[in-house]
């Protein structure tokens, strides 16, 4: 579904992605590893077109998409949950919800969607209209996903959404992972929680310095003698 070969992508004249290679396979959960800094986050930017690719190529269902509007992503199906939530506080959950929707495809059925992914999250249908900047951390972390899906993605990429998280939220948000996978919506995700995304996961890539190190299926990764001393603390 998503092939990435030779990326090459960073901050005006700072390089930090040195030519990575990734795929995904459709209704995967795939997850990229790495420590603070090792190029996580712009990896998942330069794939929605937030940051320029300097070069290589990004593939999506056989098309190139290299050098996309992040507009474009969204309308070939590619969605990102941002690390920090990013809602509109003064504006209602509903209103939010709304506010993901703006792809083209996914304007006329605004009301069939929102119902089929208010079944995915009954807490946030409970909240509906409440103002998002009134809601606890976890609940806005939903509303988050929530909004993701909103655009009728194709390929959802996650960016901690486990951050500031108790412990039993990050389980349900785990689940909620899951739940989205059943829905037909494969899955990148990034998480710093590695020992329970390597369980969830499909596949991994272990991103060290801009550069993928080791990859394997999430089963593969966990039984890995250099992850589990730099990840996984024993
Ligand atoms: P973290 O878990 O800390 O978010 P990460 O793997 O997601 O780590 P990135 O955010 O992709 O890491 O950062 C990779 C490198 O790019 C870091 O050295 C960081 O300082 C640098 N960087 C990130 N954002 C910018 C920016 N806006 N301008 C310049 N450099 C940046």
């Known amino acids: 579904m998503l092939k990435v070969s030779n990326l090459h992508s960073g901050y005006g004249k700072t390089q930090v992605l040195d030519g990575i290679d990734f795929e995904v396979n459709k209704g995967e959960i795939v997850t990229l590893i790495g420590a ?21 190529k990004i593939e999506f269902e056989g098309r190139d998409m290299t050098g996309s509007s992040t507009y474009d992503m969204v ?35 605004v009301r ?14 409970e909240r509906l209209n409440q103002l998002a900047g009134s809601l606890s951390g976890g609940e806005q972390q939903m509303v988050a ?15 901690e959404p486990s951050l500031g998280l108790s412990p039993i939220l990050v389980q349900q948000m785990f689940d909620i992972v899951r739940d989205i996978t059943n829905h037909g919506v494969t899955v990148l995700l990034v998480e710093q929680n590695v020992y329970r995304t ?8 272990v ?21 589990k001393k730099a990840y996984l603390g024993h």
């Not at 603070?36 to 290589?56: D, H, Q, R, Y």
């Not at 909004?147 to 390929?155: F, Q, S």
């Not at 060290?208 to 990764?221: D, K």
């Open 145 to 159: 996903i929530a909004r993701g899906m909103m655009a009728d993605p194709k390929l959802l990429m996650f960016d």
């Open 198 to 205: 390597l369980r969830l996961a499909d596949r991994g890539y």
């Open 112 to 125: 069939q969607k929102m119902d089929e992914v208010l079944q995915i999250f009954p807490r946030v249908k």
């Open 36 to 56: 603070n800094g090792a190029g996580k986050t712009t990896t998942l930017k330069t794939l929605c077109g937030v940051i320029p690719t300097m070069s290589g």
């Open 207 to 227: 991103l060290e310095n801009g550069a993928i190190v080791i990859s394997g299926t999430g089963e593969e990764l966990l039984g890995n003698a250099h992850i």
């Open 75 to 109: 309308e070939t199906g590619i969605s990102m949950i941002p690390e920090g939530r990013q809602l509109f506080p003064n504006f209602t959950v509903r209103d939010n919800l709304i506010m993901g929707s703006f792809k083209r495809t996914a304007r006329p059925i």
